[in-house]
């Protein structure tokens, strides 16, 4: 028997105003694709947002997509929070034909991190001990993202993730610092 079979892509990007999600479904000949429904589920909401697409579609979701800004949509654009976003995309039957996923946004934290890679004065040579030693707690804070996102997206445990999340951010907060 024919079937669709659905799929998204939720990269990870640092521009903290967008959420791009992509159908990369692979749809068959044999049945019509139709009421292509994306639902999404801001952390610490109970309900989820209503995104119209089209099969094939690469949608770059902003504050006003999600109903958390609405004023001066289209000519400002507010940060989207960092945390677990809960994605569904159905195509009809829609209670059937159905893929649900759990993606957490790191791009705030990401943004934190770059901005302090920025800061550390790294030549094409083996760095002073103070440069190692920051370049490697840098690089343990970068595998705790990780580790967040694999225990969130591909584990099934968003509470570890979230755990994971936040202390790597109050580990980045600490490094970057202005007035300790």
Do not use: W
């Not at 892509?9 to 044999?30: G, K, R, W």
């Not at 083996?126 to 694999?150: G, H, N, V």
Request: glycine share 2%; with cysteine; proline share 5%.
């Amino acid at each position: 028997m024919a079937n669709h079979v659905l799929s998204l892509e939720v990269p990870t990007v640092l521009n903290t105003c967008v959420l791009t999600i992509m159908d990369t479904s692979v749809y068959t000949d044999l049945i019509p694709v139709t009421c292509e429904t994306l639902a999404i589920t801001v952390p610490g909401f109970d309900y989820s947002v209503e995104i119209p697409v089209e099969a094939g579609f690469i949608q770059n979701i902003t504050a006003c997509s999600l109903n958390l800004q609405t004023a001066d949509c289209g000519t400002s654009y507010v940060n989207i929070p960092d945390g677990i976003y809960i994605i569904k995309y159905s195509v009809s039957p829609n209670d059937q034909v159905y893929v649900e996923y759990n993606h957490l946004r790191i791009s705030h934290a990401l943004n934190i991190y770059n901005n302090i890679l920025c800061n550390v004065d790294v030549n094409a040579c083996d760095p002073p001990f103070k440069i190692k030693e920051k370049l490697e707690a840098l690089r343990m804070i970068f595998m705790y993202l990780q580790a967040a996102k694999s225990k969130v997206e591909f584990c099934h445990e968003p509470q570890k993730g979230m755990s994971l999340y936040n202390y790597a951010l109050k580990l980045l907060n600490k490094m970057d610092c202005k007035n300790c």
